[in-house]
């Protein structure tokens, strides 16, 4: 028989320790302190051995034992351990486990941690399992909690997350006001207002999308109004010109505007795949105005 590893070993205590009945002498809150201890150098153990699944569901039994002792700061540390474990490989059990996490910092009115924890949740359901809705939903309810704790500018950085997917999940209204929102909070502030404008495009590039042309028109006035630098800005110039293209139908000024101000400022994903859908509109429906 192969003998036990050292973190087999210890979980095997911890198992032991918290299925013991509790003596004349001691509480059931000391047993589940000392089993709580025990799982956490098993999860240690299991780290070291790179058995992340394992050092997860120890971390997860560890916090189950903190919850008994009402010990909820140390529960929300061994919840936000697990998934620390769980996210090498594990998305589904990582976000379980933060969620556990955020519940507890919640509770405990630390809504700054606990946006911490949401926006990680964002960040697993875009990068590991590619579901764009719930990114979307995570990342806008950490910015509400972000702007409760006057954290605005991470905040912001959160709801532009959300505009980006919204966007591409083609529900353009909502892009649009949420990059207002944040183009608003960074007009304020000298350290942001450089960032304005591209807000303001990708807003703007949302609406040709819609196809909603004569509310893009409308908002790149009302943004001139905003800051009256804008409409001499690239951004603004190649809206105007995309506009134009669009209105007269004209696929080649669309197609020529677009190569000239990738030549200047690169364009990134997002706007390139944008600037193909809103093509694909004048392609279908050239000269709607």
């Given at each position: 028989?192969?003998?036990?590893?050292?973190?087999?070993?210890l979980?095997?205590?911890?198992?032991?320790?918290?299925?013991?009945?509790?003596?004349?002498?001691?509480?059931?809150?000391?047993?589940?302190?000392?089993a709580?201890?025990?799982?956490?150098?098993?999860?240690?153990?299991?780290?070291?051995?790179?058995?992340?699944?394992?050092?997860?569901?120890?971390?997860?039994?560890?916090?189950?034992?903190?919850?008994?002792?009402?010990?909820?700061?140390d529960?929300?540390?061994?919840?936000?351990n697990?998934?620390?474990?769980?996210?090498?490989?594990?998305?589904?059990?990582?976000i379980?486990?933060?969620?556990?996490?955020i519940?507890?910092?919640?509770?405990?009115?630390?809504?700054?941690?606990?946006?911490d924890?949401?926006?990680?949740?964002?960040?697993?359901h875009?990068?590991?399992?590619?579901d764009?809705?719930r990114?979307?939903?995570?990342?806008?309810?950490?910015?509400?909690?972000?702007?409760?704790e006057?954290?605005?500018?991470?905040?912001?950085a959160?709801?532009?997350?959300?505009?980006?997917?919204?966007?591409?999940?083609?529900?353009?209204?909502?892009?649009?006001?949420?990059?207002?929102q944040?183009?608003?909070?960074?007009?304020?502030s000298?350290?942001?207002?450089?960032?304005v404008k591209?807000?303001?495009?990708?807003?703007?590039?949302?609406?040709?999308?819609?196809?909603?042309?004569?509310?893009?028109?409308?908002?790149?006035t009302?943004y001139?109004?905003?800051?009256?630098?804008?409409?001499?800005?690239?951004?603004?110039?190649?809206?105007?010109?995309?506009?134009?293209?669009?209105d007269?139908?004209?696929?080649e000024?669309?197609?020529?505007a677009?190569?000239?101000?990738?030549?200047?400022t690169?364009l990134?994903?997002?706007?390139?795949?944008i600037?193909?859908?809103?093509?694909?509109?004048?392609?279908?429906?050239?000269?709607?105005?």
């Open positions: 028989m192969p003998s036990k590893s050292p973190a087999q070993i979980l095997d205590k911890a198992e032991k320790k918290a299925g013991a009945s509790t003596g004349w002498f001691s509480s059931s809150s000391t047993k589940f302190e000392e709580g201890d025990l799982y956490q150098q098993a999860a240690n153990a299991f780290k070291l051995e790179k058995l992340f699944r394992e050092a997860g569901d120890a971390f997860a039994k560890e916090a189950e034992c903190r919850e008994k002792c009402k010990e909820t700061n529960a929300a540390n061994a919840w936000w697990a998934a620390k474990a769980y996210k090498r490989g594990y998305p589904d059990l990582a379980q486990a933060l969620s556990q996490t519940t507890h910092l919640t509770q405990a009115g630390r809504f700054r941690q606990a946006a924890r949401e926006k990680e949740i964002a960040q697993i875009l990068q590991e399992q590619q764009l809705r990114a979307c939903e995570s990342f806008r309810r950490a910015g509400e909690w972000y702007a409760q006057d954290a605005t500018a991470t905040a912001n959160c709801f532009k997350d959300a505009a980006d997917l919204h966007a591409e999940l083609e529900e353009y209204p909502t892009a649009i006001s949420l990059y207002d944040v183009a608003n909070f960074s007009l304020g000298a350290l942001t207002k450089y960032s591209d807000y303001w495009l990708k807003a703007l590039l949302c609406g040709l999308a819609s196809l909603d042309y004569v509310s893009a028109r409308r908002n790149l009302r001139g109004q905003m800051d009256a630098t804008f409409p001499s800005t690239r951004e603004a110039k190649f809206i105007t010109v995309l506009l134009d293209a669009l007269q139908g004209d696929e000024i669309f197609s020529t677009v190569y000239e101000f990738d030549q200047v690169k990134d994903n997002w706007k390139t795949a600037l193909l859908k809103i093509k694909k509109g004048l392609q279908q429906a050239p000269g709607l105005t």
